[in-house]
């Protein structure tokens, strides 16, 4: 299992450097390192420009222009003024090449933007972005310094266009908008360069799963029972209980009052809907409801472990009815929204606090899919292919987490798994693939 990725915050980032043994400077100096050797690996020996703001996002330019220049790479550096912090002076004046103007250098191959990191307080001048926006057309290859200059860095919103980079440098850890819409579409490559900070784990990019082995004592039951509750449209539970069934439940069942076509045959259909049985590991309800409540209802009334998807999230009405109910809910934005209501802060405040009114596990799904816990993990997806924007994927996705739930993962850690490897399968599937075609690479 790879490990996951630390996600952290302005405010933890500034919390793990302050308390980092190496001190500031030398933070500095590795951050600055850092950037000059992913864009030597990146973009060879073409010859850079930095641009160098009036913080430490642009300290880290001056070092990484010393750092490219003891290379031998032909590099020059131009700011929109005097550094303003401590750090960023002393950074200056280690730089003993010239420094020209932003506003009327000349572009180079290379675009280093070192304008501004985490400090970002508002959107560039209008002025400033123009002139960003047209170095970087002029120049091969865009690299960010830690984030794009006009990214807020805790929710992934642009404060002022920026261009398409093809690679991001992000300090000591990734943070929010490195994974969050619409800035993450913008970024490029994103590698982490270590700066030896320690960083908070409970909000992570969800890496590779550590999936329950088969024991070799197992049974139907023990390696999971997956109970669907079908409603008025059973095509998309047939995808639902398909994909539990590829996601290694032993035992996959539906109830439902007529035959479902297109299920596997080892799925089992059945009239009644007995969800008291001990045997279930994992019950789902939501894919094809209609306007059955009642169905969401019989689901609320066992105490077994469940997913609640599509329909039915919109038929819990109080996010309070899910307290206790072991539940993992699978929201788009618009059933998000029916149920929690227009929350404030950005997505990842959003899924937290529904996770928290809940008692449940939020899958907030969407080009930047969230897995929160109302303890305060929050899982953050590796973007996945657009091509899952497709109707039936979240079906697919919801009958994945409810096997992996049936199996005996832990919901938080089901949840992320199922988020993963719906994205990988999407991956291995192909652009010209329908939600059908993911059964095929579960
Ligand atoms: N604090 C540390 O120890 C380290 C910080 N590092 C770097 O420092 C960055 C954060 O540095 P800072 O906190 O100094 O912030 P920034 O360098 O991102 O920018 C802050 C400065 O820009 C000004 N500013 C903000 N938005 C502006 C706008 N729209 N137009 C004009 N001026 C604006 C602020 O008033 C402030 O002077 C990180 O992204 C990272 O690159 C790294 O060097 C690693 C170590
Ligand atoms: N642009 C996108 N990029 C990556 N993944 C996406 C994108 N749009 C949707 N998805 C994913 O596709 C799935 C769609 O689920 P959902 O909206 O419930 O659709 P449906 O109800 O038709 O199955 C979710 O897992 C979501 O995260
Ligand atoms: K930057």
């Not at 002076?89 to 009327?104: I, L």
């Not at 199922?418 to 291995?428: D, K, M, N, Q, S």
């Amino acid at each position: 299992m790879n490990e996951a990725r630390p996600i952290l915050s302005v405010a933890a980032m500034r919390d793990a450097e302050a308390a980092a043994p190496c001190g500031l400077t030398e933070l500095m100096e590795r951050a600055g390192r850092g950037l000059a050797e992913a864009t030597c690996r990146f973009a060879g020996p073409m010859p850079a420009l930095i641009l160098c703001g009036p913080g430490n996002n642009g300290g880290d330019g001056y070092v990484a222009a010393r750092c490219l220049a003891e290379r031998g790479i032909a590099v020059r550096v131009a700011a929109l003024g005097e550094p303003t912090s401590d750090l960023a002076r002393a950074a200056r004046q280690h730089w003993e090449g010239p420094v020209e103007r932003v506003e009327n250098c000349s572009p180079a191959p290379v675009l280093i933007d070192c304008l501004f990191g985490t400090g970002l307080k508002r959107g560039l001048d209008p002025s400033l972005h123009e002139r960003l926006l047209s170095l970087a057309q002029e120049s091969h290859l865009a690299v960010a310094a830690d984030l794009p200059s006009g990214v807020d860095a805790d929710s992934g919103a642009l404060l002022s266009p920026i261009p398409d980079y093809h690679l991001t440098v992000a300090f000591g850890a990734l943070k929010p908008a490195h994974r969050l819409m619409p800035a993450m579409t913008q970024m490029g490559r994103v590698v982490v360069a270590n700066i030896g900070i320690e960083a908070d784990r409970r909000w992570f990019e969800i890496g590779t799963p550590a999936l329950p082995a088969v024991r070799p004592d197992a049974h139907k039951y023990s390696r999971g029972l997956v109970h669907c509750l079908a409603g008025e449209m059973p095509g998309a539970m047939a995808l639902s209980a398909s994909a539990a069934a590829r996601s290694g439940a032993g035992y996959v069942r539906v109830s439902t009052s007529r035959p479902i076509a297109g299920l596997p045959r080892s799925v089992v259909e059945v009239g009644d809907a007995r969800l008291d049985d001990p045997r279930i590991g994992c019950i789902l309800v939501g894919p094809g409801l209609g306007h059955l409540p009642q169905l969401l209802t019989l689901a609320l009334t066992s105490n077994r472990p469940k997913v609640i998807d599509a329909e039915a999230i919109s038929l819990v009405g109080d996010p309070a009815r899910l307290r206790g109910q072991d539940a993992i809910l699978t929201p788009h934005a618009g059933e998000f929204e029916r149920l929690f209501g227009t929350l404030s802060g950005s997505k990842a405040d959003q899924a937290l606090a529904a996770a928290e009114a809940s008692g449940a596990v939020i899958v907030f799904k969407g080009a930047d899919t969230l897995v929160a816990a109302p303890d305060g993990r929050l899982g953050f997806a590796p973007p996945a292919p657009a091509w899952l924007a497709t109707a039936g994927t979240g079906d697919v996705l919801a009958g994945m987490i409810a096997a992996l739930r049936a199996r005996g993962m832990a919901a938080f850690d089901a949840a992320c798994a199922g988020v993963w490897l719906h994205g990988r399968a999407a991956e291995h599937a192909g652009p010209d693939m329908i939600a059908d075609d993911l059964l095929e690479h579960l």
